[in-house]
């Protein structure tokens, strides 16, 4: 974590003797006039992500972004490669090879591997059986269950994962060729990736995710596709799924530390809101004892990570796939949770409301029912809410669309814009507000707000989300693209023609940031503002940090955007 001291402030220009004090645009006390020549005070800070609890023994080791195509394939080349197979000929991938090289990125050696097609273990392989469902999806060998988490959870809309995954290619049979082709939202595009369907075996069984039908095959092939755009399947190991889930919708998502949120009450009103209205929804456990390897010595990441006296597994990630309030004949009114191990077996809550603790009899059959309630172990169960935010340590929440109030529902978007930058070392890399002046240097962007909201609780404003993803796509197999700690701040103007000089911050609030800079992939704001001009300024924590960012902006209402120069 680092933090700035306040600077002393420029000669102030001149003002007129009669200006009042006014309300500071944030809330942030009051804004006194420039005449007093009392500077804003601020000092920024930063943080690193937490880790997932999910890595390996090797971390990935990082790099300065290059090109981003690791994995990317155009879709004319693809049709080439389908083209160029002869008769009978089943597709083999030479960018990711049937090799250890394509499983570690590190120096693990595993013996024993056999790569198989779908048509060597089943006999009628398919894509997909009776649609895309959470269950199917079941973790292998491999720590990646912040990717199968969100796989599960974007599987409640099984029309998005035939967007990712195609259901029309077939396994078998007519038509067969071995090439399969996903799609994953990447920097602000849907991109190809091709891969052949040979996947790792043991002992004739498949080693990482798998369906929980034995036939299917849809997320095996997609867990291999996204370990291609990563390198490798160990690249897997330890991640964030609001990534993942972006990846997977192209949407908007957002982490919800249980420690930094203080009104628990309204979270859970926010969950329950978002999942009657179609959100997708992960968790992740607490990880109270240090790291494991991913590649245990027997080959499976899940001996290494054993369940807790609760039936909860330290650092891993879950699905919340339902938030409910039931009525108990004793208890009164009850705010529950149902949450998903992607192991998909009888690694599941213990405590209460677990499936088979008395308290259930308390409940209506009809509430029951409701609830799709089952006594299975298959990694589903219930728990109280209290005791959700007492064993997991974050819950991440992921739209389609913006939610400008956050209440749990996607708002209507009027209008969506984006614009892709630079931070150029010794040019337009100015680090935060910890120096104004090398602040000022940062790439800066008129947002000018047109019209007001239509209904009466608006007050005269609009809402707007502001957004700021930092580029993270991948341009080597055994190097990582670095995460720069990333924010954004939005400052009034008067002036959309002309640039925030290093001045302006000595004197003036800003109506908006993202807060505490951190390496995420993205961070965002929403704000409330009146018709005019701002200006919208990402920026990295440390200056001289070079790196590519996208700024997104949604509103309900028109709205312009464009780079100032």
Same mark, same amino acid.
């Given at each position: ?36 020549? &009392? ?77 198989? @097609? ?7 392989? @398919? ?7 959470? @269950? ?9 269950? +912040? ?37 994953? +939202? ?33 997320? /095996? ?57 179609? /959100? ?10 240090? +790291? ?11 001996? /290494? ?25 004793? $208890? ?28 259930? $009899? ?118 990582? &693209? ?84």
């Amino acid at each position: 974590m680092g933090c700035g001291a306040s600077q002393p402030a420029p000669p102030s220009p001149e003002v007129n003797p009669s200006e009042q004090v006014k309300a500071a645009p944030n809330g942030a006390g009051t804004m006194p006039p420039v005449l007093e020549e &009392v500077p804003v005070n601020v000092m920024e800070e930063a943080k690193d992500r937490p880790k997932t609890g999910e890595e390996g023994a090797f971390e990935l080791p990082e790099s300065e972004f290059e090109d981003g195509r690791l994995g990317v394939i155009e879709a004319e080349a693809v049709e080439n490669l389908r083209n160029n197979l002869a008769l009978e000929e089943y597709y083999c991938d030479e960018d990711f090879p049937a090799e250890n090289s394509s499983i570690f990125f590190s120096t693990c050696v595993e013996t024993g591997i056999v790569w198989r @097609r779908p048509y060597e273990l089943q006999e009628e392989p @398919r894509l997909f059986v009776d649609g895309a469902s959470r @269950r199917d999806v079941v973790q292998g060998a491999l720590g990646d269950c +912040w990717f199968l988490s969100s796989c599960a959870a974007v599987a409640r809309n099984p029309k998005l994962i035939e967007r990712v995954i195609p259901p029309d290619q077939v396994l078998s049979g007519d038509g067969y060729t071995g090439l399969i082709v996903c799609r994953f +939202w990447r920097f602000g595009e849907w991109v190809l990736v091709c891969v052949d369907d040979r996947l790792p075996t043991k002992e004739g069984e498949v080693i990482f995710a798998r369906s929980s039908e034995p036939c299917e095959f849809w997320v /095996a092939l997609l867990e291999k596709a996204y370990a291609k755009l990563h390198g490798s399947y160990e690249a897997l190991g330890g991640g964030q799924s609001m990534d993942a889930m972006v990846d997977l919708t192209g949407g908007l998502a957002e982490r919800f530390d249980m420690e930094d949120t203080p009104d628990k009450k309204k979270l859970y009103r926010l969950l329950l809101k978002a999942s009657r209205h179609g /959100a997708f929804i992960t968790s992740s456990r607490k990880k109270d004892r240090p +790291w494991k390897p991913l590649w245990h010595d027997d080959g499976d990441w899940r001996m /290494a990570y054993k369940t807790d006296d609760h039936g909860l597994v330290e650092g891993h990630a879950y699905t919340v796939t339902g938030v409910a309030r039931v009525n108990h004949n004793d $208890m009164g009114s009850i705010c529950l949770i149902r949450v998903r191990n992607p192991w998909a077996n009888s690694a599941e809550w213990n405590g209460d409301w677990c499936d088979s603790d008395e308290k259930w $009899m308390g409940v209506s059959e009809e509430q029951r029912k409701k609830l799709g309630r089952t006594a299975l172990s298959d990694g589903e169960f219930w728990m109280s809410y209290e005791d959700f935010c007492d064993q997991f340590e974050e819950v991440s929440i992921c739209t389609i669309g913006p939610d400008f109030d956050q209440d749990g529902t996607v708002d209507y978007v009027g209008q969506v814009k984006a614009i892709k930058g630079e931070w150029v070392k010794g040019k337009s890399a100015g680090g935060s507000r910890n120096d104004f002046e090398k602040f000022a240097t940062n790439p800066q962007y008129l947002l000018t707000i047109e019209e007001t909201d239509s209904d009466e609780e608006s007050e005269g404003t609009s809402s707007v989300l502001v957004a700021v993803m930092q580029e993270h796509r991948r341009s080597h197999r055994n190097m990582g &693209v670095k995460m720069l700690q990333i924010g954004l701040v939005l400052y009034r103007t008067d002036d959309p023609e002309r640039r925030l000089p290093g001045a302006h911050f000595y004197y003036n609030y800003e109506e908006g940031s993202s807060g505490t800079y951190i390496n995420f992939r993205e961070v965002l704001s929403r704000l409330e503002l009146e018709p005019g001009y701002y200006v919208v300024i990402p920026a990295t924590f440390q200056p001289e940090c070079p790196g590519h960012f996208m700024v997104r902006v949604y509103s309900p209402k028109p709205f312009s955007l464009k780079r100032l120069d």
